[in-house]
C-alpha cells in the first residue's frame, strides 16, 4: 500500500542518493517532463537552471542538512525540455552524517502561481535571499556584495517585475496575491 501512495502521490517526491536520482514517483517524471525509467539514475543537477545554481544551492543545501537534517527553499529549475519553473523544495537527509548520502526530496511545481522572469544568477540568489526576509547588508555578507550591489539588483528585480516597492516585490516573488 505504501508504494501505491508513493507512485501516486500528488506531489512529486523522490529517493537521492549522493545527488542522483534513485527512485522517483509519477508526479516528479511529469513535473519535470521525464520518463519515469530516464529519471532513475539521472543527476538531480540536469533539473537544476544552471550549473552554478547547483553548486551554490548544493553548499546551502550541505549545511543546513549538517545542522538541521531538513531543507526547503523555492527556486527555479529546469524541465528537461529546457522550460525553467519555480518549485517548491523539502528533503530531508535519512543520514545525517553523510547529508548527501540518502535523502528523501519533494517538488511542488509552482508555475500557476509564479511566472517565470528571466534572471541572471546573481539576481536569482538575490531574490531568494530577499524572500528569505534577508536585509540588503545580509544579503551583501552572504554573497559577498557591497550594500549598494545589492540594492542595485534589488532595483532590477523591481523593474523586472513591475514592483513599486519591496513588500510588493517579495509578494510577487512568493506568489502571495497583491
Sequence with gaps: MSDLAFKHAPIGICLLENRVIRSPNDAFAAMFQCDLAACKGRSIGDFYASEEDFATIGA?????????????????????????????????????DQPFYCGVWTFADLSEERPVVQLT??????????????????????????????EEYRARLLKKFGARKLAELVAKLSGMPL
Aim: net charge positive.
Design 60 to 96: 546551502r543545501v550541505r549545511e543546513a542538512m549538517e545542522t538541521q537534517g531538513a531543507y526547503h527553499d523555492e527556486r527555479i529549475m529546469r524541465r528537461l525540455d529546457g522550460t525553467l519553473f519555480w518549485c517548491r523544495v523539502r528533503g530531508k537527509s535519512l543520514t545525517p
Design 121 to 150: 544568477q546573481r539576481e536569482r540568489e538575490v531574490a531568494i535571499l530577499t524572500c528569505r526576509g534577508q536585509t540588503s547588508k545580509e544579503i551583501g555578507l552572504a554573497l559577498d556584495l557591497s550594500y549598494r550591489t545589492v
